[in-house]
Every structure is written in C-alpha cells, then in structure tokens.
C-alpha cells in the first residue's frame, strides 16, 4: 500500500474547507482507505476533487451523483455515514 497515497488522502478529505464533508470523508479516509483495492482509491481521488456541495448533497442524497461519479465508494461513504449517524444520534451532526 502505497503510505504516501494513503497520506494525501487523508488529508484531503479532512481538510475540504466545508466542515459537514470534513466530519464525514475524514473519518470515513482514516477508517477505509487502507481497505480499499487501487481502482476504489482512484475513486475516492475522483470524488475529493468535486465541488464540496456537490459530493455533500450526493452523500447526503441531496442530489443524484452524475454516473461518473456514483460509484461503489460513494455507496460506501452512504453507508459510513448512516452507520456513524446511527451510532451516535440523528441529532449530532450530518
């Protein structure tokens, strides 16, 4: 696995300037990436490199993800998603 890689996306995805996708990539990053095969990671570069409201609504489902862009990584991301807001209540955050 490639550490650099892992790093930057990391980084990346807690550092996204919009805090809502900050609360949710970054975890999601710190806990799936290394899990990840190298075509999903390409993915998930893709989608960092969207517009943050854009890749916020289609977490959220806000708003249908292009096709492109509606990949089995941004299923996983739903799924992190609901799984932490299960966890820790509807009420805490996005």
Same mark, same amino acid.
């Given at each position: ?7 930057? *996306?990391?980084?990346? +995805?807690? /550092?996204?300037?919009?805090?809502? %996708?900050?609360?949710? *990539?970054g975890p999601f990053a710190d806990s799936h990436a290394r899990n990840?095969?190298? #075509? ?16 916020? +609504? ?7 993800? #292009? ?16 799984? %932490? /807001? ?7 955050? %996005?």
């Amino acid at each position: 696995m490639d550490e650099t890689r892992l790093k930057r *996306l990391s980084y990346r +995805a807690w /550092r996204r300037g919009f805090r809502e %996708a900050d609360l949710i *990539l970054g975890p999601f990053a710190d806990s799936h990436a290394r899990n990840l095969t190298p #075509p999903q990671l390409t993915a998930f570069e893709l989608l960092l490199e969207q517009p943050d409201p854009d890749l916020y +609504a289609w977490i959220v489902g806000a708003a249908d993800a #292009p096709a492109e862009f509606d990949t089995d990584v941004l299923a996983l991301i739903r799924a992190f998603r609901l799984h %932490a /807001r299960l966890v820790r209540g509807a009420d805490l955050g %996005a």
